[in-house]
Nanobody, 121 residues
Framework: QVQLVESGGGLVQAGGSLRLSCAVSGSIFRIYDMGWYRQAPGKQRELVASVTLGGSTNYTDSVKGRFTISRDNAKKTVYLQMNSLKPEDTAVYYC???????????????WGQGTQVTVSS
């Protein structure tokens, strides 16, 4: 069974940094896009950042210049380096990975369990 396990969340002060990790386990033929969503109470889910198999990245405007997404294909892991954190970044962060298993032809999306990021003022 394919699983995504997140780590790295926590409580930090405004201006601080956190590094989120999301490791994919299980039998996988290929991983395509990977990335991070976040959801704060009372707000819609927001795509924060994504990275393609080829390394192309995309960020929502509010985090540009502060967050950096990267991936290690050998480790099947995606990272989110978050610098200059603001209280508005407080949310539960969910990683995703689009993948194919050896016995499947269609792409599927796996989700992490979510990790809480809280930024105090």
């Amino acid at each position: 069974q394919v699983q995504l396990v997140e780590s790295g969340g926590g409580l930090v002060q405004a201006g601080g940094s956190l590094r989120l990790s999301c490791a994919v386990s299980g039998s996988i033929f290929r991983i395509y896009d990977m990335g991070w969503y976040r959801q704060a109470p009372g707000k819609q889910r927001e795509l924060v950042a994504s990275v393609t198999l080829g390394g192309s990245t995309n960020y929502t405007d509010s985090v540009k210049g502060r967050f950096t997404i990267s991936r290690d294909n050998a480790k099947k892991t995606v990272y989110l380096q978050m610098n200059s954190l603001k209280p508005e970044d407080t949310a539960v962060y969910y990683c995703f990975a689009d993948f194919q298993t050896p016995i499947m032809t269609l792409r599927r999306r796996g989700w992490g369990q979510g990790t809480q990021v809280t930024v105090s003022s």
